[in-house]
């Protein structure tokens, strides 16, 4: 792939004083960023070189952002090794035995490991965490090394240095710090990698759904490229990394199709000789968004091809020089209709990246740092199995464990099999996660079957939300590939009401991931713990099965990337409504974005939804917004009616770029949002600052 500008000429360079290890001064200042245990506890002398932890501490669970977040290509986001033994290397040889395993792994290097040969790059298989224990993980020599398919890789934390072979445009040499060739689901982050023979990062022959987050890039005549392929079907997110004392491919990206680049520093660093040949360069037929980065004293900050295509917006140029372009013959993209993300302003971008680039003492970011000081503790984990062989044979027994109050996370693992109980997370067990550990959402499922109608043994009824086969109260909780249902056989029990939820949740900041949810009339509640409080769920990736209001509530709910499925009645009977929301005002009510909704019914006879005025409570505003689906016949081609004597344009229903055959054109019977509106009711607009992540 050759470079905007011709081939640069050879360069000496100067670099600043280093530690004994490798380890920039300026990056050995008092940063932390805590979001999980401390790194340096790996790695002490009563260690083995290689040995097995017993549990992954709480950051070996994290996820990525960005494409690599993705659901796509058979996998679910990138998680690396997180469901794997967590080891620790201090040798090449241990390094190179996990890397290269077909199982999945947490590896943690607490040294500088040299290569050996110099420019050794190992082949990294699919499913690995390779984390760098504090600022003593380190790779002298070498590097990084991912093949066609591998995927769900996370490199993070490490120094990569220093196979330099004394020439500046080396032709010679192909030592690179990390490279792609067809990989995909590749997280980069928190790295310092510099002083290489040929290109820091290469991203090439297709790889996608690639994030790098947070590393400094630098001493290097190519930074980072990407292409070396005729396809246009990648799928990149650049952000918060610095960029400096490197002259080309900062990044160049070369036929991509979606890349994301925001809240960079590009830096042509003063007192060396290395000068800038361009900064982002969309090249090819690359479809590039541009958003909030800083280019310091750059030559060519912004470059584009003829046929590329290049959006920017909120960017900083001081001391720049030469081209600065934008337009192109392809289509504007919106990334947050692939993920939610927020960008920092451009202005404290230098300061910001500065101290927080590279490898931490403790690995952490933007978030945590501006959230708290403290150190959150390792998950805990209990483990559910009907056989007997975990600690607890049902859930519920699993929730009652969780202490009051607990600060930090707890997984409760939940076996194959069908669990017939109620469960219910009262509000002072927050930081739940309940997770089936099948291969399938299916393998696991929660069921019972209470309606609102049923009589309580106590006297009375359960009433629609004393209904629920799982109930939430707690915040911050998740809930992860099993199934939830509600089997209430309203044909055998016509003589009570017939509402039966499988699912309701009252909290704040509640995620539903991979998970289905399944039952007739009013299904999934989407609630909040009173009218005056917020209450945000976050479902994707996820099934909801229903005829009757089965999506409905007063909480701030995304459907996300679902599957919504459309079921007859008990009688064989087709009509229903999708959605009933109770929005209070001033609030956001239920938005289902790039979803499909459809099923086994007739055509045009489902309603996209109605308002749901609970108790005739007129102060409400009902608030449901369908973007970017698809549609099947099965909806009216009039999708939006009342409900109890309440007028559905009274209240806030529209649609947005749906598609299928049951989608249509604008009407007053059929609202769209314009443009300008569709800007302002996106995904990252109804989470409004919160960025669910998997734990």
Known sequence: MSDFNGTPRRRHRKRGKVLALGVPLTL??????????????????????ASAATAAPAWATASADGFASVDALGQKGTYGGRDGKTVTVKTLADLERYATASEPYVIVVAAAITMNPVGKEIRVQSDKTIVGSGTSGQIVGGGFFLGQGVHNVIIRNLTIRDAYQGVWNDKEHDFDGIQMDGAHHV????????????????????????????????????????????????????????????????????????????????????????????????????NMVLENSYFQGMANPVVRDATATLVQR????????????????????????????????????????????????SIGTKAAATAATTKTAAATTLTVAKDGSGQYTTVQAAVNAVPANNPSRVVIAVKPGTYRELV??????????????????????????????????????????????????????????????????????QDIAGQAVALRTASDKVFL??????????????????????????????????????????ATAVIDKSVITLKK??????????????????RK???????????????????????????????????????????????RTAPWTDMSGFHWKDDRFAEYQNKGPGAGAASTERPHLTDAQAAGQEVADWLAGWTPSAS
């Open 314 to 361: 909120g960017n900083v140029f001081s001391g720049t020089s030469g081209r600065n372009e934008s337009g192109g013959p392809g289509a504007a993209w919106n990334p947050k209709t692939y993920y939610a993300y927020t960008l920092d302003k451009a202005a404290d971008v230098p300061a910001l990246l500065k101290s927080g680039t590279g490898p931490r003492s």
């Open 28 to 49: 050995t200042a008092a940063c932390a960023l805590a979001y999980g245990t401390d790194l340096g506890a790996f790695g002490s002398a009563a260690q083995h070189t």
């Open 589 to 635: 009510g239920i938005l289902i974005s790039d979803s499909t909704i459809g099923g086994d019914v007739s055509d045009r006879a489902f309603y996209l939804g109605r308002p749901w005025h609970a108790g005739g409570d007129a102060s409400l505003d009902p608030q449901t917004t369908v973007r970017n689906s698809t549609l099947s016949a099965a909806i």
């Open 513 to 554: 991931d991979g998970i289905i949810v399944s039952g007739d009339q009013d299904t999934l509640l989407l609630d909040t713990a009173s009218k005056d409080r917020l209450g945000r769920v976050y479902m994707r990736n996820s099934y909801v099965v229903g005829n009757v209001d089965f999506i409905f509530g007063r």
């Open 569 to 586: 009645r008990f009688n064989g009977a087709s009509a229903g409504y999708v959605t009933a929301p109770s929005t209070a005002a001033g």
């Open 424 to 493: 219910k997370v009262p509000s002072n067990k927050p930081h739940v996660t309940i997770q089936g550990t099948g291969g399938s959402r299916k393998d696991t499922t929660i069921v019972y079957d209470n309606a609102s109608g049923t009589p309580k043994p106590g006297g009375g009824t359960y009433g629609t939300g004393g209904s629920a086969t799982v109930a939430v109260e707690a915040d911050d909780f998740q809930a992860r590939n099993l199934t939830i249902s509600n089997d209430f056989d309203e044909g055998a029990h």
């Open 187 to 286: 997280w980069i982050d928190h790295n310092d990698i510099r002083h290489m023979a040929d290109g820091l990062i290469d991203s090439r022959k297709d790889t996608t759904y690639l994030t790098v987050s947070w590393n400094k890039l630098s001493q290097e005549n190519k930074a980072f490229g990407i292409g070396w392929t005729p396809n246009v079907t990648a799928d990149i997110t650049i952000h918060h990394n610095w960029v400096r004392e490197t002259e080309q491919r900062n990044p160049s990206t070369d036929n991509v199709a979606h890349a994301h680049l925001y809240n960079n520093f590009l830096e042509d660093a003063a007192g060396t000789d290395i000068k800038s040949s361009y900064g982002n360069y969309s090249r090819g037929k690359t």
